[in-house]
């Protein structure tokens, strides 16, 4: 079945240094999005991306979204401890409007 | 108040039990979403509805049963709880237009032992 993954699982990064999470979709998406779950909370969205080669910024966080539109990235430059949390991507499910999540990558910012 | 409110925050209970996890919105949305989160496995759909009248089985459904009462109402039941339903329930809502982004409740943790 359509599946979306995400690397790494996990990322410890010191404060200011930046972190990448990437998300690879089976099949080609109408369009991703990005969601921010901070400990103990509940996921938050954060953007959609829907154009082939879409980039996207909100302050120090870029995110991508793959020419074939099967996958995309989450970039935070210069990582803050407010950034501590999982991001999650997700994608409609068989071209529908169910989103299909990806397993998240959980942040950890050492101060 | 929270526009997505979940009922109970937190449940424990026991192999065999019925149990009832509510979902209320103030969001005026038509579209409803039960979760569930497994740490490792991100978030799975177990049904969603697109309207009063709509009910459908998501990726997890075995074990699990929705009632939409109202627009603003989604309630997931779980009939006979088993150990491995243990886990974090997420309702989420959406409005109608396209992939909507999904507007989360605080969670629901049922523990069944």
Redesign the interface.
């Known amino acids: 079945g359509q599946q979306v993954m995400?690397i790494p699982?996990y990322q410890h990064v010191q404060e200011g240094e930046d972190f990448t999470t990437y998300c690879n979709s089976s099949t080609t998406l109408?369009?991703i999005?990005w969601?921010k779950q901070r400990p103990g909370?509940?996921?938050?969205?954060l953007i959609?991306l829907v154009k082939s080669g879409e980039v996207k910024k909100q302050k120090r966080l870029t995110f991508q979204f793959g020419e074939a539109k099967k996958n995309s990235s989450l970039h935070i430059t210069a990582t803050q401890t407010t950034d501590v949390g999982t991001y999650?991507c997700?994608g409609?499910?068989d071209s529908s409007?169910?989103?299909?999540?990806?397993?998240?990558t959980r942040l950890l910012v050492r101060p | 108040d929270a526009d997505v409110t979940q009922t109970p925050r937190n449940r424990i209970t026991k192999t065999g039990k019925r149990i009832m996890l509510e979902c209320s919105q103030t969001k005026g949305h038509d579209?409803m979403?039960w979760?569930r989160q497994d740490p490792?496995?991100?978030?799975?759909?177990i049904y969603?509805s697109?309207d009063v009248k709509d009910i459908?089985k998501?990726?997890i459904s075995d074990g699990y049963s929705v009632s939409r009462q109202a627009q603003a109402k989604f309630s997931l039941s779980l009939e006979s709880a088993i150990p491995n339903q243990t886990a974090l329930y997420?309702c989420a809502t959406?409005d109608g237009f396209?992939?909507g982004?999904?507007?989360?409740?605080?969670?629901s943790r049922l523990t069944v032992l």
């Open positions: 995400q699982q109408s369009n999005q969601y909370g509940h996921p938050v969205f959609q999650f997700a409609p499910m409007y169910k989103l299909i999540f990806g397993s998240g | 579209r979403y979760y490792g496995l991100g978030l799975q759909l969603y697109f459908n998501g990726e997420f959406s396209g992939t982004e999904l507007f989360f409740g605080e969670g």
